[in-house]
């Protein structure tokens, strides 16, 4: 018998009108079509933690596709349906972006595959996922409307700050919740107990089997989370990183490297200025020889043209203009000419290497964000030039003069490049 809570009166509170309104006229449409529909995972769980989260996964006992029909039909939007899931996305007029999933017991051809699906009941659902604080669901049908589904003890695991397996075979499975949970604890300053923390152990050589795009898309979301250096040194205790790549520095020399990567980031956020989500290529880069490196591993990792972008910056830093080149007479303008097209990022990684050199990447990058660029495209037309690529140099001739006189007004920026 699962644990009773009363959750209408805080999903009422806590949630905007409309997402509350949702999942009422969600949970009072299954009931007509005599199906049960459920509010489960990630959004439960912040709820009960007081933590803001409108995404909205919804469990039916019974046919998704059917019940994204009806109330595609009663309250507008869109549908996108997955025959073989039994599953459908239902994009409603606000914008809300809602799945609708038939209940499954999710089975497995072999570890480290793609689940198979089989229709099933609530229970089987929930207990088929990565941990018990995330296997928690909410009742939507009206007569129970808020009641809190609980067979797990996922509050229980909350309130004691817990990530807890549900059975043992979960990280064989899928080796990626592995990397899942290390961002719960990371996200929630939560712990592994110490089953799942052995579980995890013993099955950290799976992640070998898993295709690179599924352990990237969980490495990315650890370490894009608020204290990356966190995450590095759990994927270090559990022993995970000889599984992500296979050469590798000592663990002393990348902890310095990211810590001081870390580091520099932060001085720069503290600025308001923010690297992109392709940085966790960084962390990942803490452990490459830097004398011989081999970048095929790392690029197997980057699927986003960004990081693509991040990882060819750095090696042309490295290749075509080691920064230990920059002599301490160079002024800011002739270190952009350089570098402007580097991204912050490969800049921040080269200098997380320790490289020596007397340029301050900081200071630059610092200089060179923040610019609020005084001459622009417009102006160069309105000079009466054609635009074509010279307009690229002559921008970046601005901006160097820029750098190095911050006190030149337009007029005198034009002046000098014209
Ligand atoms: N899930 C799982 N195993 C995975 C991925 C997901 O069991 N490898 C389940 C979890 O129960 C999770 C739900 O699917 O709650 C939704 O997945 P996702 O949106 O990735 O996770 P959230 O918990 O919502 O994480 P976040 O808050 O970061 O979005």
């Known amino acids: 018998v699962p644990l009773k809570r009363q959750l209408s009166d805080q999903m009422k ?10 999942l009422y006229s969600i949970g009072k449409e299954a009931d007509t079509l005599g199906m049960r529909a459920y509010l489960i995972g990630g959004m439960v769980r912040d709820l009960l933690m007081n933590r803001k989260n409108e995404d909205m996964d919804i469990v039916i006992e019974g046919d998704g596709i059917l019940l994204a029909e009806h109330l595609l039909e009663k309250h507008g939007g869109q549908i ?15 914008g809300f972006k809602i799945d609708l999933t038939s209940a499954r017991t999710e089975y497995y051809d072999f570890p480290a595959a793609l689940p198979k699906v089989e229709l099933s009941t ?64 990371n996200r929630f300053n939560f712990q592994m107990d110490e089953q799942t923390e052995a579980l995890a152990k013993e099955s950290a050589n799976n992640l ?107 090696h042309q830093i490295i290749h075509e203009k ?11 303008g002739d270190i952009h000419e350089q570098y402007s097209d580097i991204e912050l990022g490969a800049l921040l990684t080269y200098s997380s290497f320790c490289v020596s050199s007397d340029f301050d990447v900081i200071e630059y990058l610092h200089a060179r964000e923040r610019l609020v660029r005084k001459v622009n495209g417009g102006d160069l037309k309105k000079v009466g030039l054609k635009p074509g690529p ?5 921008l970046l001739e601005a901006e160097k003069i820029q750098l190095n006189y911050p006190e030149y007004t337009k007029e005198d920026i034009l002046a000098k490049i014209l």
């Open 13 to 22: 509170k806590q949630l905007s009108g409309i997402a509350f309104e949702l």
């Open 80 to 94: 996108r349906s997955h025959e073989e899931f039994r599953t459908a996305t239902w994009k409603h007029p606000s």
């Open 122 to 185: 609530i229970k089987e659902d929930l207990y088929r996922r990565d941990f018990t604080i995330n296997a928690m669901g909410i009742c939507l049908h009206q007569e129970e409307f808020g009641d809190l589904i609980d067979y797990f003890y996922g509050y229980e695991d909350l309130t004691h700050q817990r990530i807890k397996v549900l059975y043992n075979l979960s990280f064989v499975e899928d080796p990626t919740r592995i990397l899942r949970g290390l961002r719960f604890e």
């Open 208 to 314: 070998l089997s898993v295709s690179k795009q599924r352990i990237s898309s969980e490495l990315w979301r650890l370490l894009f989370e608020e204290n990356p250096v966190l995450g590095m040194n759990r994927l270090e205790s559990l022993g995970l990183m000889p599984f992500l790549l296979k050469k590798r520095v000592d663990s002393e020399t990348a902890q310095k490297r990211y810590t001081r990567l870390h580091h520099s980031i932060l001085s720069l956020t503290k600025q308001g200025i923010y690297p992109d989500r392709s940085i966790w290529i960084s962390y990942l880069l803490s452990y490459i020889p830097i004398e011989e490196p081999d970048w095929s591993e790392v690029e197997s990792y980057c699927l986003s043209k960004q990081e693509i972008k991040l990882l060819g910056d750095i």
């Open 322 to 332: 080691p920064l230990s080149k920059i002599s301490p007479s160079q002024s800011l």
């Open 390 to 394: 010279h307009f690229r140099h002559l």
